[in-house]
């Protein structure tokens, strides 16, 4: 599957810079907000950017690895875990709902058939990846087919008119999935990349370290091709939503990156397409031992730090009034100009 | 003026911490949010707390210590900018309309008379407080008179149905009279507490420290009188926040700190009443230097960190959603048990 991401122009950059120096307030005194409407507004192509649609993807699968004892859940709890967001019960919904977001919940390859239902896409690959203990994740073909359905949902959402996406994931055992994928991809010990996921005691984290140094000693992959890689140690859920953040990059959409196993994700397709990351805005810095790490290698700067360690895309959802705010302070605000509002003077001067 | 503020009673604590715990997600995954939660059930002493009418208020008052140069910009300002968020132009007018806050703008003591306005409530003491290098910013029977008339605004909020109040204002000046409340009430040098305010350069700081240094070694207070404290070096907008904040906490309403300004009111109100520390949520580490120091004299661990320094109060109002959040998942996730989800296994076992 082939993308074909671009930079976006910098013509109007100029133009941005200005609208947002002179709105009134001192300069850069809404910080990180004001770098997000340049972002946005370069994104979009626009002075007057805005988000339509908003919808959270939330990605889910099942982990061969689970076997080796890698997690406290067990895996049945993914597929209880779908039909508790296809219930409205979960985290997810609640902070989608009030920040007016949609939410579509995709079974990637959950070891579970569930009954049709609004906001299920059932795209399911096979029910659970393979043990990467013992043999590749998947197949290469399945792979490329998950990226393939990962991004023609994406491509049905924009059709619909959306124009920023959250993401977010659903799977026990896919915080291992996503430690290798960092391992590899960043060229870091495997050590810097693990943490106690969904809440290992000091004896559970030793074994889930022990079991992924295993399996990347196995295995031995070059991190420059990301595709093995994502093939070797990825989940389904972690394939298909690199798909749809390559499709919606390539079609100038927004994309809110949520904690570890989405900024995961984000490692692969910024491998085969590094131009994505003009098109991400990080939502959180999660207390999963390893994601600020990562979010460093990305040279990211996330804009919460609240310790959020929840994955679903709960990060994303949060942090989107946020990103909310820097549209429309820069759609809204009165200019010095029209709000006759005198500037500062000199400081020189004014404190002589 | 006399307040009797109480520490929220804590038979409630066991039945909410359970209530967060066992709702369908690992436990302490929410992070921030779900102290946040238990905070909020406490003060509201319930397990379905919610929210009525949050209100921004919005306090307004001029500085004699500008004649002395401390900011770089003119003090008309402070008149054009409340006439801009009359005329819903600012950034508070903006994420407070995003986040469905009321905003009421008081008039506390600017240097200007406004024509009636929805928004406006006058209250003004005087057109500015007087010059505190030569002598105190106002006199004791104005101080406690801005206390009077700020609990009073937000008694008759309290009356309308508010519950949760978020505090703000506008100032030429005011990060000069906040620095001085700072460095006496929390006994630190004045170079530890002065910042650049809406702009200075390193000249026009080093000459803002130099005169409020003069001004603290002109005054020589003792940090236990607060009242004293912010009759001296206080401005009419801090004085009548301090009393706001007394009231609606003596009421058992949920306060949204903001930023530098704010939380030096905050620094009077505690000196004063300590257990009003129980109702307080602060929102932001702002980048006004002092800022942090002050939150952590306070022992405060805020919600975002985003280079804000505007005040107005935009760092409560972009808070907001991230508390409305936390009382959102308390009282709309399921549980375990509701959901029919597993809970975690030892994970030793699990490990093993």
Redesign the interface.
């Known amino acids: 599957m082939k993308f074909n991401i671009t930079q976006p122009q910098q013509e109007i950059h100029g133009e941005l810079v200005n609208k947002i120096n002179n709105?009134?307030?001192?300069?850069?005194?809404?910080?990180?907000?004001e770098a997000l409407a340049l972002k946005i507004g370069l994104i979009q192509q626009t002075l007057t950017p805005e988000f339509l649609q908003p919808t959270m993807l939330v990605f889910a699968g099942d982990h061969g690895i689970v076997e080796a004892?890698?997690?406290?859940?067990?895996q049945?709890?993914t597929a209880?875990?779908v039909?508790?967001f296809l219930?409205g019960?979960?985290?997810i919904?609640?902070?989608t709902?009030?920040?007016n977001m949609c939410l579509l919940v995709i079974d990637s390859g959950v070891n579970h058939d569930f009954l049709p239902n609004a906001y299920l896409i059932d795209v399911k690959i096979a029910p659970g990846t393979r043990n990467f203990l013992l043999e590749p994740a998947m197949a290469l073909f399945q792979c490329e087919q998950a990226l393939k359905r990962g991004a023609e949902i994406a491509k049905a959402q924009i059709a619909e008119g959306c124009n920023i996406f959250g993401f977010g994931e659903m799977g026990i055992g896919n915080t291992s999935s996503a430690s290798c994928l960092m391992s590899v991809l960043c060229d870091l010990p495997i050590e810097q990349c693990v943490g106690r996921g969904?809440?290992?005691?000091d004896?559970?984290l030793?074994?889930?370290t022990k079991i992924l140094a295993q399996a990347i000693k196995l295995h031995h992959l070059d991190g420059a091709d990301a595709m093995q890689v994502l093939t070797t140690f990825g989940g389904f859920e972690i394939a298909m939503m690199v798909g749809a953040m390559l499709q919606a990059a390539e079609k100038k959409c927004t994309l809110l990156i949520d904690g570890f196993i989405t900024t995961a994700a984000l490692l692969v397709a910024a491998k085969l397409q590094p131009e994505i990351l003009h098109y991400c805005i990080f939502s959180h810095s999660s207390?999963e031992s390893g994601h600020q790490k990562m979010l460093d290698f990305l040279q990211a700067k996330p804009?919460?730090?609240?310790?959020?360690?929840?994955g679903e895309g709960?990060g994303a959802a949060?942090a989107y009034?946020?990103v909310?705010?820097a549209v429309?302070?820069l759609n809204?605000?009165?200019s010095f100009e029209?709000?006759?509002?005198?500037?500062?003077?000199?400081?020189?001067a004014?404190?002589?």
Chains 1, 2 share one sequence.
């Open positions: 709105k009134t307030k001192p300069l850069g005194a809404l910080g990180m907000l004892g890698v997690s406290p859940y067990p049945a709890v209880q875990m039909s508790n219930q019960g979960a985290a919904n609640v902070f709902k009030q920040n969904t809440g290992l005691d004896a559970g030793a074994h889930k207390n804009l919460l730090n609240i310790g959020l360690r929840l709960t949060l009034p946020l909310l705010a429309n302070f809204n605000m009165a029209s709000a006759s509002v005198s500037q500062a003077t000199d400081s020189q004014s404190a002589s």
